[in-house]
């Protein structure tokens, strides 16, 4: 497995495969890997030749109170969980390498980065969508991996890519959960014992809600209603959002049907998120 720091080293050897005919999968990651992070890896090898993985904690996603400079770092450990999945490169560039001096050029997905965790963390999706261009500039990759857990960003790169013209396939892979529903994240290692516990208790609205769905519960407002009165019960979580809304534009849902229920609470200082899709 290679480790890449720098642009052309990245370019030089996705461009050489790309020469051959090989198809390259990239799995971009900002590192503190989970069996999350690993499924991606699997999810791309079983329809590439070739799995890159970028590990980059991208500050422009994060805002000045939030957790950039604490966030979990764990360089060597991942390449170790990346060497034993048959990775053959991990791309991992400092901040100067993808931000030099003097940069001016953003990239934002108007109207969708203003919903779900756009509205709550104001200007986080421009730092996402124009990260996530310069990997796909970089890496040239045929198809690329993300996590449906992060269900507003990944409307948010398939509409890029198709507003851009990306000639990139996007897979979005099914949310991995630790045993007790619990979706994993790497900030899952913020948390105590006592907000481990807290923390269960946005799959479990979520759980709620599609089961009342599956009742013939067919109205978005008692089902919101629903998720965030089980949110409330536990005061030591806090609500950012429980919306109801459509997958590929993150707006409102008419009907419940075919819709993305979204959560994201706070546990003591830790904002964490989760989703599924009604009907599934």
């Not at 006592?194 to 709620?208: D, I, Y």
Request: one cysteine or more; proline letters at 5%; a neutral charge.
């Amino acid at each position: 497995m290679r480790v890449l720091e720098k642009i052309s080293e990245m370019r030089d050897v996705s461009r050489a495969g790309n020469r051959v005919g090989r198809r390259l999968g990239l799995v971009p990651t900002m590192g503190a890997l989970h069996e999350g992070h690993l499924s991606l890896v699997r999810a791309a090898q079983a329809i590439c030749d070739v799995v890159t993985v970028s590990i980059f904690v991208n500050p422009t996603q994060f805002g000045p109170q939030e957790d950039f400079s604490r966030y979990p770092r764990s360089f060597e450990r991942d390449c170790r969980l990346l060497e034993a999945e048959n990775v053959d490169a991990v791309f991992a560039p400092s901040v100067e390498e993808i931000y030099p001096q003097g940069s001016i050029t953003w990239i934002e997905v108007a109207g969708l980065s203003e919903r779900l965790d756009g509205k709550s963390r104001p200007g986080h999706f421009r730092g996402v969508a124009t990260v996530v261009a310069k990997l796909f500039h970089i890496v040239e990759p045929g198809a690329a991996f993300f996590g449906q857990k992060d269900a507003a960003q990944l409307a948010i790169i398939r509409r890029m890519v198709l507003d851009l013209n990306f000639p990139i396939e996007i897979v979005g892979c099914p949310i991995v959960r630790e045993p007790d529903g619990l979706a994993m994240s790497s900030r899952n290692a913020y948390l105590g014992r006592e907000e481990r516990r807290s923390a269960r208790v946005l799959s479990h609205s979520l759980r709620e809600v599609e089961n009342a769905f599956h009742a013939g519960e067919n109205q978005i407002g008692p089902l919101m209603q629903l998720g965030r009165k089980t949110i409330a019960a536990d005061p030591a979580v806090r609500l950012d959002y429980f919306e109801i809304v459509r997958p590929d534009t993150l707006e409102s849902a008419e009907t419940p049907a075919g819709s993305l229920a979204a959560v994201a609470a706070f546990v003591g200082t830790t904002r964490l998120i989760d989703n599924v899709v009604l009907g599934k």
